[in-house]
C-alpha cells in the first residue's frame, strides 16, 4: 500500500479480554516499531523488528504485551488480560533501515483502544 | 538519549513565520536532530532532520547553532493546516531505532 495500514481503527474491549492490533508496514520496508500514545503524551516506544526477529522489545510494559512478524512484513501485536490502563492508540512505525534517528520513520493512524 | 526541552504550547496567526526553539543540552557528538508533526487523530510525520547549522526543504528550515545545544524549527508563513503537535526529537546516528518523545509543542494558528 501507499502507508502504513493499521487495524482496527478503533478497538473497544472489556477489561480482561484479548485483543490484536495488526499493522502492514510500506512494502520493502524491513523495520517495523510499535508505539504507544497515551493522551496528552508523546508515543513511546515498545517494540522493534528488523526483518522477522523482534530486535528489541524493552519498551513492552509486561508480558502482557507481545508482538510477532512471522514473514517480515505484518505484523501484530497482541494484548492478553487487557486492563483499563491499557488504553492509548498504538502506532506503528516503518522504515527502509533500521536506523530511526537518521532517516524517516513512517508513521500508520493508530488503533485506538479502550479498555472498559 | 538526550533529552529534549521545548515550550508546551505557542499561539500564531495565518500567515506569520513560526519558530519553535527546542534545547537539548546534553547532546552527543553523533546525535541527529529530528522534527516530527503530528495532526489529531494521525501518527507523527517526519518533517526535518539536521546534524549541524541549517537545512531546508520544502516544508521547514532547521537551524542549529555551533554548539548544537538548541534547536529552531521555522515555519514560513503558516496557515490554519499547521496547527499540529511539533516534537523535537535527538538520538544518535549508529544503529538507533528507538525515537524518544516527549510532550511536544502545540502549536495554535489562528485566523
Known amino acids: 500500500g501507499a502507508g502504513v495500514s493499521q487495524t482496527p481503527s478503533n478497538k473497544v474491549t472489556e477489561k480482561g479480554k484479548y485483543v490484536e492490533l495488526r499493522c502492514d508496514p510500506i512494502s520493502g520496508h524491513t523495520a517495523l516499531y510499535w508505539y504507544r500514545q497515551s493522551l496528552g503524551q508523546g508515543p513511546e516506544f515498545l517494540i522493534y523488528f528488523q526483518g522477522t526477529g523482534a530486535a528489541d522489545d524493552s519498551g513492552l510494559p509486561n508480558d502482557r504485551f507481545f508482538a510477532v512478524r512471522p514473514e517480515g512484513s505484518v505484523s501484530t501485536l497482541k494484548i492478553q488480560r487487557t486492563e483499563r490502563g491499557d488504553s492509548a492508540v498504538y502506532l506503528c512505525?516503518?522504515?527502509?533501515?533500521?536506523?530511526?534517528?537518521?532517516?524517516?520513520?513512517?508513521f500508520g493512524e493508530g488503533s485506538r483502544l479502550t479498555v472498559l | 538519549l538526550a533529552k529534549t526541552t521545548q515550550p508546551i504550547s505557542m499561539d500564531s496567526y495565518e500567515g506569520q513565520e513560526v519558530n519553535i526553539t527546542c534545547s537539548h543540552n546534553n547532546i552527543a557528538t553523533n546525535d541527529y536532530i529530528t522534527w516530527y508533526q503530528q495532526f489529531p487523530s494521525q501518527g507523527p510525520r517526519f518533517i526535518i532532520q539536521?546534524?549541524?547549522t541549517k537545512v531546508t526543504n520544502e516544508v521547514a528550515s532547521l537551524f542549529i547553532p555551533a554548539d548544537r545545544k538548541s534547536s529552531t524549527l521555522s515555519l514560513p508563513r503558516v496557515s490554519l493546516s499547521d496547527t499540529a503537535v511539533y516534537y523535537c526529537?535527538?538520538?544518535?546516528?549508529?544503529?538507533?531505532?528507538?525515537?524518544?518523545f516527549g510532550s511536544g509543542t502545540r502549536l495554535l494558528v489562528r485566523p
Open positions: 539536521g546534524y549541524k
Open positions: 526529537l535527538v538520538g544518535p546516528m549508529d544503529s538507533s531505532y528507538k525515537l524518544i
Open positions: 512505525a516503518s522504515s527502509f533501515g533500521g536506523n530511526a534517528n537518521t532517516g524517516e520513520l513512517f
